[in-house]
Nanobody, 128 residues
Framework: QVQLVESGGGVVQAGGSLRLSCAASGRTFSRQAMGWFRQTPGKEREFVAAMSWSGSSTYYVDSVKGRFTISRDNAKNTVYLQMNSLKPEDTAVYYC?????????????????????WGQGTQVTVSS
């Protein structure tokens, strides 16, 4: 079991930036793709970005491409989400998630069901 703790959320004006962090601890953080998802009230949790364990593969939802960057530091068991040019529609609770360990260090996925481990979430609010 992997425990995940997000931080870095807050309130920012449109056009501003935030960097979210997700610290992992527990039995393993090895060979797992990591992802970021977000959720607003009354809507399903949606995929935002993901990165393979090796860092060689990344995947973004179209709405954040060119604005958000996912990165990871495996030595520190931490994954990041740099969010630039934020828009009011980016307002949501952001969740970090660890995917199933399938042994493929280059594997990345956007499917929520492939992420069994989740953090508690951090609120991001973008004001117009």
């Amino acid at each position: 079991q992997v425990q995940l703790v997000e931080s870095g959320g807050g309130v920012v004006q449109a056009g501003g930036s935030l960097r979210l962090s997700c610290a992992a601890s527990g039995r393993t953080f090895s060979r797992q793709a990591m992802g970021w998802f977000r959720q607003t009230p009354g809507k399903e949790r949606e995929f935002v970005a993901a990165m393979s364990w090796s860092g060689s593969s990344t995947y973004y939802v179209d709405s954040v491409k060119g604005r958000f960057t996912i990165s990871r530091d495996n030595a520190k068991n931490t994954v990041y989400l740099q969010m630039n040019s934020l828009k009011p529609e980016d307002t949501a609770v952001y969740y970090c998630a660890a995917a199933f360990n399938n042994g493929n260090i280059d594997y990345v996925t956007s499917h929520r069901y492939e992420y069994p481990n989740w953090g508690q979430g951090t609120q991001v609010t973008v004001s117009s």
